[in-house]
Structures are given as structure tokens and as C-alpha cells.
């Protein structure tokens, strides 16, 4: 019988399975959380309670290290602005501040001068603090978190997480570099969307460098990762999409983006990397063929309130291009023959291979616990998983 890994591989090379690879999804809004508690969710990880597939994560931090120390710059009765862990000033409400986007006030970068001292300062391996004793001790037992909510959930909520142990290698292992993974995101988080917008055009010499420096950090991080556990997918992270399409063209991402991809994924491929996948939100369309061309093998969440189509990708990019999510989640919040007909949507993918049903992105708490029941039950029933 294959494991999981094994029919993860498969899938994603487009060959068959006896059974279909699908796990619940990969995050949860913490107000989710809170409403499928009241519902009766009684916190067992959701991997368990459905019996489906996990990807299991083996990334450390690729952001800022030492993180910034959280301070308080000032608040009152409904909203709190402070440092966060990356740098940024931020303005938030105090109450359910997951469910609206906060004021981003301040980014810690604005010049060459900036990002030298900030890359020097934080951005460095520094695997001692990165690579933490209790990751390293994990990884080298062969013992990694499963998240069960958000992924970013404490590690020491036993409520919230478990761990697998090295006997039982039958999960993949995926390392993404998350919110400081790609040539956009990244710089984004230190300059802010539309300074960054702005110094493609007027810093484009700052731009190149924070993406050199981007390319060869992630390199240097990974092979210290390969020191400790073999990699099954390695994922970028850009979020560089909103419903009218990318925030930066496909002209300038070939001009500045492309060839420090191709350095990264060419690298990746040399260590045996064979998966490298892609997750940003939005409207990507015109971004996918040069993210083919530089070497990403898989994208995800292909959000369909933007505009995204896995059938009409699929139709068009073929076995170029796997696929990972695509369902809109928007139809768990009615269930019923709603959510079938978009389950239903879908599954022609399936016979063709490449392809890994999920929600396009985090479960929202207008999603009831009973709603999502009902939903997982009728996915495994189509694809035979009952």
C-alpha cells in the first residue's frame, strides 16, 4: 500500500493513485475556531477527525531575526497601534482583529541605507536563533508540528497541534518560506505596496538589490534546512494579486523578478527538490506563464472571488501546471447544492491528474462547523474517500 508522500508525489507528477490525495484545507480564521468550539468541534486536529492527507511543514522563520520586540506605540479605546514582530507599525482593533485588515502605518525600510542595516541586522542566517534548538530537536527526532488551525498557531497548545514521529514517515514535507519567500511579498513587507509600486520606477537599483539579497537568503536558509530533514515541496509565498489582477505587470516582473526565481527553483532542482510551488492570492492570471517559465511546478489558492478558474487553467496550461485549491469557500457559508455544484465543478481535474481539491484559502467564521461537516463528507464521497 502507498503512503501519503508517495501519492502526494504522484499526484503532483500527474501519474495515478488507487486513492486520492486530499487533506481539509490549511488555515482557520481564530473566530472559526471560536464558533466550531460553541458548535461542537471538540479541537481534535481536523486531519484526524476526517481521516484525510496532511502536508506537514518543516519551515523555520525566514523573516526577520532577531524579531522586532513588540511595543505599544499608542492606543485607545478601540484600537491599539504598535511595532509587530516584522517592523511594521500597524494600527489594529483591539477586538476581532483577524475579521478586517489593519492601517499599516510605517515599514522599516525607505532607502539602500535602510535595507543594508535592516538585511544586516535581521536578515542574516544567524541558524543559531533561526534554525531554534527546539525546531532543530524536532526535525532530528523526526518529530514536526501539524497545525491544526492557522499553522501559525502555538506549538505548545496541545489542543491546537500534535506531532508526527519518524516511524511514522508517511506524511510530505513541505517547506515554505512564507511571508519572506518571494520577490514581491517580501519586499513588500519592508517597504510598504505603494512605495515598493513606486521604486520599481524610482529606486529601481534598491528593488534589485533587496531581490538579490531576497534569492540568496532563501538559498542559505534552505540548505541549512537540508541539514536537518529532507524537503518533498518547497513553496514561495508573493500575495501579490487583488481581484483586478497582479500589482505589479507581467513586464516588470519579467524584467526584475523572473531570473532571481529561475536562480532559486534551478538550486532548488540541484538539491533533489523536484516540487516548487506558489501561493498568492488575487487575480494571477497574467503572472502564470512566467511563473512556469521560472520553474514553479504548482500554484495555490486560486481564489475564485477574483477571478480564478482551475478548470479554465487547467484547460489552458494542461500538464504544465499543477493545481492545488480552487474551490470557493464562499459556498460552505449556504452548504446544501450549492456547495455540491462547486464540489461538482471540479472534479473533472481530477481525472486528468495534478490536481489536489481545497478551499481557495483560510476558512471563514461564517462557515458553521455543521456546514463544513457536510462539505468534507461529500468531497470524500465524490472522489471514493467515504
Not at 75 to 87: F, I, L, P, Q, R
Not at 112 to 118: C, L, P, S
Not at 316 to 323: A, P, T, V
Request: glycine content about 8%.
Amino acid at each position: 500500500m502507498t503512503t501519503s508522500r508517495e501519492r502526494f508525489l504522484s499526484t503532483l507528477e500527474f501519474k495515478p493513485v488507487a486513492r486520492p490525495w486530499i487533506r481539509w484545507g490549511a488555515f482557520l480564521w481564530d473566530e472559526t475556531v471560536d464558533r466550531w468550539r460553541q458548535e461542537g468541534w471538540d479541537g481534535t486536529p481536523l486531519d484526524d477527525y476526517f481521516d484525510l492527507d496532511r502536508l506537514v511543514r518543516v519551515d523555520p522563520w525566514y523573516g526577520p531575526v532577531p524579531e522586532f520586540a513588540h511595543q505599544v506605540i499608542s492606543e485607545d479605546a478601540e484600537t491599539v497601534t504598535y511595532v509587530n514582530h516584522e517592523g511594521i507599525v500597524m494600527r489594529e482593533f483591539k477586538q476581532h482583529h483577524d475579521m478586517s485588515m489593519p492601517q499599516f502605518v510605517k515599514f522599516p525600510v525607505e532607502n539602500e541605507v535602510e535595507f543594508e542595516r535592516f538585511a544586516a541586522e535581521r536578515l542574516a542566517l544567524n541558524a543559531a536563533e533561526r534554525l531554534s534548538p527546539k525546531w532543530r530537536a524536532q526535525v532530528a527526532t523526526g518529530r514536526v508540528q501539524v497545525g491544526v488551525g492557522k499553522g501559525e498557531l502555538d506549538a505548545d497548545d496541545a489542543r491546537a497541534a500534535r506531532s508526527v514521529t519518524g516511524a511514522d514517515e508517511q506524511w510530505p514535507r513541505k517547506c515554505w518560506a512564507d511571508r519572506w519567500g518571494g520577490f514581491f511579498g517580501s519586499l513588500r513587507n519592508m517597504l510598504g505596496v505603494q512605495n515598493l509600486c513606486m521604486a520599481f520606477y524610482d529606486q529601481p537599483r534598491l528593488v534589485e538589490r533587496m531581490m538579490e539579497e531576497r534569492a540568496d537568503r532563501i538559498i542559505e536558509i534552505t540548505a541549512e534546512v537540508l541539514k536537518y530533514t529532507h524537503i518533498d515541496t518547497f513553496w514561495f509565498w508573493e500575495d501579490m494579486a487583488y481581484k483586478a489582477g497582479p500589482l505589479v505587470g507581467p513586464e516588470l516582473f519579467r524584467k526584475f523578478s523572473l531570473r532571481h526565481y529561475q536562480r532559486v527553483c534551478e538550486w532548488l532542482r540541484g538539491q533533489g527538490i523536484r516540487h516548487i510551488g506558489l501561493d498568492s492570492d488575487g487575480n494571477i492570471t497574467s503572472l502564470i506563464p512566467l511563473w512556469i517559465e521560472a520553474g514553479i511546478t504548482h500554484l495555490w489558492p486560486f481564489e475564485v472571488q477574483s477571478g480564478m478558474d482551475v478548470v479554465a487553467v487547467r484547460r489552458q496550461y494542461g500538464k504544465q501546471l499543477g493545481i492545488i485549491g480552487g474551490l470557493d469557500k464562499r459556498v460552505l457559508v449556504a452548504g446544501g447544492a450549492a456547495m455540491r455544484a462547486e464540489v461538482d465543478r471540479v472534479m473533472p481535474l481530477m481525472e486528468e491528474g495534478g490536481y489536489i481539491p481545497e478551499l481557495d484559502h483560510s476558512v471563514p467564521p461564517d462557515v458553521s462547523w455543521a456546514h463544513f461537516c457536510e462539505y468534507i463528507t461529500y468531497l470524500k464521497q465524490r472522489l471514493n474517500r467515504g
